[in-house]
Nanobody, 120 residues
Framework: VQLQASGGGLVQAGGSLRLSCTAS????????MGWYRRAPGKERELVAR???????NYGSFVKGRFTISRDNAHNTVYLQMNSLKREDTADYYC???????????????WGQGTLVTVSS
């Protein structure tokens, strides 16, 4: 079971990006999914999380600029980022609580980081 993230890149300030992350493997179900980020020299911080029932939670810095969503049929979580600022530059990591179909255990998985660079 693994997470695969995509969608990072270089964007000008004020622009938009959409990140995607898909869980794959022998999956029974996926519970909470989310995005975190780590900027150079800073601690990792929550960007957004979403429950299976689509209850959303955002970091305080988001202030309506980002929207998290998910497609349960495809075990995928999205992060639509609008009005990007230079301070949003960071590695973005997806996270998911995945129940394995073979072992029935809950795995706290992390995807590889996807770099978002916002230029002025």
């Amino acid at each position: 079971v693994q997470l695969q993230a995509s969608g990072g890149g270089l964007v000008q300030a004020g622009g938009s990006l959409r990140l995607s992350c898909t869980a794959s493997g022998t999956i029974l179900s996926v519970d909470d999914m989310g995005w975190y980020r780590r900027a150079p020299g800073k601690e990792r911080e929550l960007v957004a999380r979403i429950t299976r029932d689509e209850v959303e939670n955002y970091g305080s810095f988001v202030k309506g600029r980002f929207t998290i969503s998910r497609d349960n049929a495809h075990n995928t979580v999205y992060l639509q980022m609008n009005s990007l600022k230079r301070e949003d530059t960071a590695d973005y990591y997806c996270n998911a609580l995945v129940i394995s179909r073979t072992t029935m255990d809950v795995r706290d998985l992390w995807g590889q980081g996807t770099l978002v660079t916002v230029s002025s």
